[in-house]
């Protein structure tokens, strides 16, 4: 008997802020890859997570949240992240929320549409529809008015949908040898994955005083007997924001490292020594040498 003919392509998973692309993400890997939260503009860097089922290998590239009106270097630059991910794809899926199509919706279809690329629109947070039937009419409403390959519900929060998103997708890859091993799941070092656990627990804890204005850096990062050692440091913009995120007593920073290393360790699979800083960087978001430094090149 021959062998399955191999496939394998690279899917944009593209959206606004906040309708949930990291989410669906980790559903689709079946474990948590990209960081969430529910403040906006959590995504700041593209992302791959490669799913491979039999012959069949998708290649999804996590991108930030598109912004209508970027405020500094660093929304301009995620937004540039988003156009530069479509140049080298085969298909995408516009998330959207099953609750309302948003002006912001239609702008980013029209860019998959002008990069040329088959749509396939996720629906996603049908679950919380006031009343169920509304789904129908919605599908049948944007389906009516755009040209997409296929418009699936899901919730990305419970996995429900993703299989059949998955089928819609693979049915449309072209004929290619897969572009990595199959029981690889990203390509990001592990060192990426430290600095976003952290940014995620502080962005978690801070809840709406400080969404954008702190970063990771990781300082250094070494493996050495079953023990991986981890220094960083989460830059705020201000003095002021310096003494939030330490909290009274250095209380809330010592949350914020302990569920961090909680998690890298669960990760990575070994014990972990974290240590956390907090230091006043003024200006990071519209310093291009800044972001430069944190891999947030052009």
């Known amino acids: ?107 980013v279809y029209q860019m998959l549409v002008q990069a040329g690329l088959p749509v396939v629109l996720a629906l996603n947070k049908h679950d919380l529809l006031k009343q169920k039937s509304e789904l129908l009419p919605t599908i049948a409403k944007l389906a009516a008015e755009h040209e997409f390959a296929a418009v699936v519900p899901i919730c990305a929060r419970t996995g429900a949908g993703v299989d059949a998103l998955l089928a819609e997708l693979a049915g449309g890859l072209p004929e290619r040898a897969h572009l990595f091993p199959s029981d690889q799941i990203t390509d990001r070092p592990e060192r990426f994955f430290a600095s976003e656990i952290i940014r995620e627990k502080t962005l978690r804890f801070l809840g709406d005083e400080l969404p954008y204005r702190t970063t990771v850096l990781i300082d250094d990062f070494q493996d050495e007997d079953g023990l991986t050692r981890i220094l960083a440091t989460i830059w705020v913009e201000r003095d002021s924001q310096k003494s939030i995120v330490i909290g009274k007593d250095g209380e809330l920073l010592k949350r914020i490292s302990t569920e961090a290393r909680q998690d890298l360790e669960q990760l990575l699979d070994r014990r972990v020594y974290l240590r956390v800083w907090v230091k006043t960087r003024r200006g990071w978001s519209d ?7 944190l891999g947030l090149g052009e």
Not at 48 to 53: E, F, I, Y
Request: glycine share 6%.
């Open 1 to 107: 008997m021959s062998a399955a003919v191999e496939r394998c392509g690279l899917v944009a998973i593209v959206g606004r802020a906040n309708v949930g692309k990291s989410t669906l993400l980790n559903a689709i890997l079946g474990q948590k890859l990209s960081i969430t939260s529910r403040k906006p503009q959590t995504t700041r860097y593209q992302l791959l997570g490669v799913k491979t089922v039999d012959a069949t290998q998708l290649v999804f590239v996590d991108t930030p949240g598109w912004q209508r009106h970027p405020k500094n270097e660093l929304n301009r630059r995620m937004n540039r992240q988003v156009r530069h991910a479509l140049g080298d794809c085969d298909r995408a899926v516009l998330v959207v929320d099953a609750r309302y199509w948003h002006a912001d919706d239609e702008l």
């Open 287 to 293: 310093s291009p040498e800044a972001l430069q430094s």
